[in-house]
C-alpha cells in the first residue's frame, strides 16, 4: 500500500515521492507564504507561478552558481557548466551550444532521428505486453544525444546506467564514482574529436574544443563539464515526456484518434504534455540578498527549491490545469524553465517527440496501458514515469 506524504513528511527523493504531489502542491500554493522545510540544512519551496517565474528571470537575486540541486553540492568542481553558471558568463559558456540546437540545424537531424524511431519500434512486440520506457522512452533521446556528440549509439546501455547511478548519488548526497565515470567519458569525447577539429562552426563538439569565452580558451575541466551536463541533461526529461504522452494518448483513445487524423495537432498536445508533466520538477536556487517572495521574507544564503510542476498546474495560470489540451493557448509554461537558464535543448526534445509520435501513429492501430502491471515513477529533482507496461497492435 502506498503512504502518500504529507507537507510534514514532504522529501523530493522519498519513494513515493510523486504520489500525490499535485495536493501537496496545491496545499504550498494556498498558503499565505512560502513552504518551509528544514530538511537538507533547510529550503523554501516556491509553488507559484508568478514567484517561480520572479527566481527564473531574476538571476542576479536566485543564483545557480552554488548548485541547483537538493541537497546542494559539496564541491565547486562538481558544478554543471553552464546550468551552474550566472550571467553574465552564462551566457557566453550558452552561445557555444546554441547554433547546433537551433530550428534550422535540428531540422536538419530530423531524417537521422527518424531512422532511430524506426529501428527501436522494430523492436516493439505485437500484441504482447512491454514495458514502452525500456524499449523506446529511454533510449531514444539517449541515442540522440550520443548522435550529435558524434558518438557511437553502442556506448547507450553503459552510458544509461551511469547517468541513473548519478541521480542515485545526488538523492543520497554520496558518490559512488559515477560522476568520475561520466566525466571520464567526456574527456573521450572531447579526445576523439580534439586531433581533427579546426574550426568551431563544424559541429558541437569542435565549438567547446575551439570557442573562447570572456576572450580565452576553455579550460580542460569547462570543457568536460559541458559536455558532461550534454549527456546527462536531456535524457530524463525528453524520455518522462515521450512516456507521459503515450500514456495519456493510450488512456484516452477518442484524443488518439484526434491526434491520429489531425498531425497537426501532435506539436500543441507535446507543448501541453511538457506542461502537465514537468519533467524537470524540482531545481534549486541560492538567495544572493535580502528579498520578499510570496510573502516571505527571505534572507541571504537561504535555499528556494524552484517547484516547476506545482507552477505548472496553477489554476491562476493555467484552466483546468489537471487535463492535457493539445489546443491550450496561450501555453505560457515553464516546463523548460524560463529566462537565462531556460532549456537550451527544447528544440531538438520537441522534434524528437513530434517524430517519435508521427511514427507510432504510422505503423501502429491500437496501444494501450497494460493494467495489469504496475506503472513506475521515479523521485529527486525529475519525478516521472520510468515503467509503463504497454501493448501495442501493429497495422495490418
Known sequence: MTTQQTLETFDIHAPQARSGAECLWAKMREMQGLYRNESYGGYYVVSRYEDVLKVLTKPALFSSAHGITLPPPTSV??????????????????????????????????PVVRAMVERLLAQVPDGVSFDFVRVVGRPLPILVALDLLGMPAEDAADLEQLVGQLHSDVAAGKSSGAIGRIEDYAKTILDRRRPTATDPVEDLVSSVLLGKVDGRPLTEHEQVSMIRLLLIGGFDTTSATLTEMMRWIASE?????RLRKDPSLIPGAIEDVV????????????????????????????SVLVAFGSANRDPNKFPNPDTIDPT??????????????????????????????EEIFSQFSEFYVDRSKSVAYTSGLGQAIISLPMIFKRKS
Not at 502537465?276 to 544564503?301: H, I, M, N, W
Open 275 to 302: 506542461r502537465f508533466t514537468s519533467p524537470a520538477t524540482y531545481l534549486r536556487r541560492e538567495v544572493t540578498e535580502d528579498v520578499e517572495l510570496g510573502g516571505t521574507q527571505l534572507k541571504k544564503g537561504d
Open 328 to 357: 491550450r493557448k496561450p501555453n505560457m509554461h515553464v516546463g523548460f524553465g524560463a529566462g537565462n537558464h531556460r532549456c537550451i535543448g527544447s528544440f531538438l526534445a520537441k522534434m524528437e517527440l513530434t517524430t517519435a509520435f
Open 77 to 110: 568542481r562538481s558544478l554543471h557548466v553552464p546550468a551552474e553558471v550566472d550571467p553574465p558568463m552564462h551566457g557566453q559558456y550558452r552561445a557555444l551550444m546554441m547554433p547546433f540546437v537551433m530550428p534550422e540545424k535540428v531540422r536538419m537531424r530530423e
Open 253 to 257: 483513445p477518442e484524443q488518439a484518434r
